[in-house]
């Protein structure tokens, strides 16, 4: 698979969003979840991304299971800064330097490795600033238990006080045909300092493969309705009739609606990193393959015209993102 750099961390194009094998999209499979891996690997696929907060905890134990005897085979990504609790329950935003180095050591011990690639502070909490956070991210650097510090959610100020303070790889927002409002100042910011971009939900959690028409579609268990206000009633099918314009372009190009999306993805720089996610074997090399799905100009222009942002905040609070 072709590599890409994020600043001074060079990793596959694509890279595989662990979270769904554990929660949010339904009941998880981990024999599957860990077959898709290995395939992931397998295929040059080998950008892996979780967080502590996914199961609550599960999702690293679950990727430490799966890249036991290849971890020179992975570049790993995870976050600290959602706290939860083992049961499930929220405690907050946590920036405050004792809990970054708390959370590492621990996600060291359930990933079962004695070093994380990429460690991201996953949302920002703006009660701490956030040269205390980085600073403590700084000091786990020089410890030798991260080796690049990223962000995810991240508004403009808050990316150069942190890139001030260390040099910072990577920021990781959601992005795709459905989410392009970080085209308005973040892309520009991450770009004037050299940062790389992680794009999150590239597949606009489903959505866009073409695959979810309704309700029903979802899984048992499954909390995209209630958590992101595109799924609910209101925005349903007016975002389905975005879909629809992007299968009109994928049954040209004899590709899924899904490759298309990623393809749009990789085609905004070489300096984007696209993580779809999947818990099933046949999405991961569907999703793969979008590597090789290639939009000319007229396809750039045409998607742009015709499948603007998704009905819908991404977030039912979005007080959390672009801090």
Known sequence: ???????????????????????????????????????????????????????????????????????????????????????????????????????????????????????????????????????????????????????????PTTIRRADATHPITALQSEYSLFTRDVEDEILSTVRELGIGFVAYSPLGRGLLTGTIRSAADLPEGDTRQRRFPRFGEKHFDRNLALVDAVSELAHQKHCTPGQIAIAWVLAQGQDIVPIPGTKRLKFLEENIAAAAVTLDAGDLAWLDDNVGPASGDRYADMGTVNR
């Open 1 to 155: 698979m072709e590599q890409r750099s994020l600043r001074d961390l060079t990793v596959s194009a694509l890279g595989l969003g662990c979270m769904g094998m554990s929660e949010f999209y339904g009941a998880g499979d981990d024999a599957e979840s860990i077959a898709v891996i290995h395939r992931a690997l397998d295929l040059g696929c080998t950008f892996l991304d979780t967080a502590d907060i996914y199961g609550p905890f599960t999702n690293e134990r679950l990727v430490g299971q799966a890249i036991a005897g290849r971890r020179d085979e992975v570049t790993l990504a995870t976050k600290f800064g959602n706290e939860r609790r083992e049961d499930g329950s929220w405690v907050g935003i946590n920036g405050r330097p004792d809990y970054v180095r708390a959370a590492c050591d621990a996600s060291l011990d359930r990933l079962g490795v004695d070093h994380i690639d990429l460690y991201y502070q996953h949302r920002v909490d703006n009660q701490v600033p956030i040269e205390e956070t980085v600073g403590a991210m700084a000091e786990l650097v020089e410890a030798g238990k991260i080796r690049h510090l990223g962000l995810s959610e991240a508004g």
